[in-house]
């Protein structure tokens, strides 16, 4: 036995010979093999917060989506505190009134879309008449094509690709999970919005205690340029919408397209998504349009719509909203690119308001704040 710890030690005093002898011969290669961990470490660490952050996609969009709307119901509840009437009972009621404008709005669209589908076939001749001429155009263009460029190898056989076809069990099966994760956000949605609302003070001052007592100060100004560019954020997008509705619907009304009240509030505010937002905008009056309005009045339509989104989005949008981002259009347009990758639509929704929370975070850590200078606009 005293052998065998006598091999020990020598193993390991050799060992540590070994690594004093490597540090005096080449310090550098020891300090490059430490960097080149340090590295491999962060590049695995960020793989790994990307993995969850899309396996939890459900909960955190839940969250944050919840966060939003308490930010945008929180003004409510502060006023009806204001006239003594009791937090909890200010955010029911906030509660109750998002819940009877959101079924009062899904109720109205719906039967809008359901009046918009029967009166479809009156005009569906005329549209299948404009589609035939496309295709018309389209079968001349390739014809032209072939007689220029001569096909050498004759004719290619089709392939042919044999499909099952989908039963119902496979139907249920595919759509059961989506369904479920929209149930499970639907079902949690409401309770996180209301715990936010009247735990609202409990949880500002128990994220401060988080931190040491000389980061509080930071942490604090932190939390309230975050909550301050959250409420800017949803008013502008509001007045946004609201002012591009108005205008959309006036002129809807007056080239004579219908339901205009219900395609100039759908144009209007889904012209509001990034970068996707114009070709959303253009959609359904277009559609709605075909048919119906002669080309003039489509015309019409089509330069009003991209006129009020240039406005919008470049005027309007800046001055309400982009001075308290101070983003510059790439770190936006990168942002955009991954979490609309991660998270789809509600990624797209969510993208500006995580990267600018980003942002003012690095604005108060002193080793990020050249991360904060390269996603800033100056």
């Given at each position: 036995?005293?052998?065998?710890?006598?091999?020990?030690?020598?193993?390991?005093?050799?060992?540590?010979?070994?690594?004093?002898?490597?540090?005096?011969?080449?310090?550098e290669?020891?300090?490059?093999?430490?960097?080149?961990?340090?590295?491999?470490?962060?590049?695995?660490?960020?793989a790994?917060?990307?993995?969850?952050?899309?396996?939890?996609?459900?909960?955190?969009?839940?969250?944050?989506?919840?966060?939003?709307?308490?930010?945008?119901?929180?003004?409510?509840?502060?006023?009806?505190?204001?006239?003594r009437?009791?937090r909890?009972?200010?955010?029911?009621f906030?509660?109750?009134?998002?819940?009877?404008?959101a079924?009062?709005?899904?109720?109205?669209?719906?039967n809008?879309?359901?009046?918009?589908?029967?009166?479809?076939?009156?005009?569906?001749?005329?549209?299948?008449?404009?589609?035939?001429?496309?295709?018309?155009?389209?079968?001349?263009?390739e014809?032209?094509?072939?007689?220029?460029?001569?096909?050498?190898?004759?004719?290619?056989?089709?392939p042919?690709?044999?499909?099952?076809a989908?039963?119902l069990?496979?139907i249920?099966?595919?759509?059961?999970?989506q369904?479920?994760?929209?149930?499970?956000?639907?079902?949690?949605?409401?309770?996180?919005?209301y715990?936010?609302?009247?735990?609202?003070s409990?949880?500002?001052?128990?994220?401060l205690?988080?931190?040491?007592?000389?980061?509080?100060p930071?942490?604090?100004?932190?939390?309230?340029?975050?909550?301050?560019?959250?409420?800017?954020f949803?008013?502008?997008?509001?007045?946004?919408?609201?002012?591009?509705?108005?205008?959309?619907?006036i002129?809807?009304?007056?080239?004579g397209?219908?339901?205009?009240?219900?395609?100039?509030?759908?144009?209007?505010?889904?012209?509001?998504?990034?970068?996707?937002?114009?070709?959303?905008?253009?959609?359904a009056?277009?559609?709605?349009?075909?048919?119906?309005?002669?080309?003039?009045?489509?015309l019409?339509?089509?330069?009003?719509?991209?006129a009020?989104?240039v406005?919008?989005?470049n005027?309007?949008?800046?001055?309400?909203?982009?001075?308290?981002l101070?983003?510059?259009?790439?770190?936006?347009?990168?942002?955009?690119?991954?979490?609309?990758?991660?998270?789809?639509?509600?990624?797209?929704?969510?993208?500006?308001?995580l990267?600018?929370?980003?942002?003012?975070?690095?604005?108060?850590?002193?080793?990020?704040?050249?991360?904060?200078?390269?996603?800033?606009d100056?």
């Amino acid at each position: 036995m005293q052998l065998i710890t006598r091999g020990f030690r020598r193993a390991s005093v050799g060992s540590e010979q070994a690594a004093t002898l490597l540090v005096s011969q080449d310090p550098e290669l020891l300090q490059g093999t430490i960097k080149v961990a340090a590295v491999a470490q962060v590049v695995i660490a960020t793989a790994a917060a990307v993995g969850l952050i899309y396996l939890l996609k459900v909960v955190f969009v839940t969250i944050l989506v919840s966060a939003l709307l308490a930010f945008a119901l929180d003004p409510l509840v502060v006023l009806l505190s204001h006239l003594r009437i009791p937090r909890f009972v200010g955010a029911i009621f906030a509660l109750l009134l998002l819940g009877v404008v959101a079924v009062a709005t899904a109720f109205f669209f719906y039967n809008r879309a359901v009046d918009f589908l029967n009166e479809l076939p009156e005009y569906s001749s005329t549209i299948r008449e404009d589609l035939r001429k496309i295709e018309s155009q389209a079968d001349k263009l390739e014809e032209n094509t072939r007689t220029i460029i001569p096909d050498r190898k004759g004719k290619k056989p089709i392939p042919v690709e044999v499909q099952e076809a989908p039963g119902l069990t496979k139907i249920i099966s595919s759509g059961a999970t989506q369904y479920g994760d929209i149930a499970l956000a639907l079902g949690f949605a409401p309770f996180l919005i209301y715990f936010m609302l009247t735990w609202k003070s409990h949880v500002h001052s128990a994220t401060l205690h988080i931190f040491p007592t000389e980061q509080r100060p930071a942490a604090y100004r932190t939390i309230g340029r975050i909550s301050e560019m959250v409420r800017s954020f949803i008013v502008g997008n509001c007045i946004v919408g609201l002012l591009n509705a108005v205008a959309s619907t006036i002129v809807f009304w007056y080239v004579g397209l219908p339901y205009f009240y219900f395609l100039g509030i759908i144009s209007a505010f889904l012209g509001l998504v990034p970068y996707l937002g114009l070709f959303f905008a253009l959609f359904a009056p277009i559609a709605a349009g075909m048919g119906v309005l002669n080309k003039g009045q489509l015309l019409i339509v089509f330069f009003t719509v991209i006129a009020l989104h240039v406005v919008g989005m470049n005027l309007l949008y800046p001055k309400l909203i982009g001075r308290r981002l101070r983003l510059n259009p790439l770190a936006v347009a990168l942002s955009l690119l991954f979490w609309g990758w991660i998270w789809g639509a509600l990624g797209l929704i969510l993208a500006i308001p995580l990267m600018a929370s980003a942002k003012i975070i690095c604005d108060f850590v002193e080793p990020l704040r050249g991360l904060a200078l390269w996603l800033g606009d100056s």
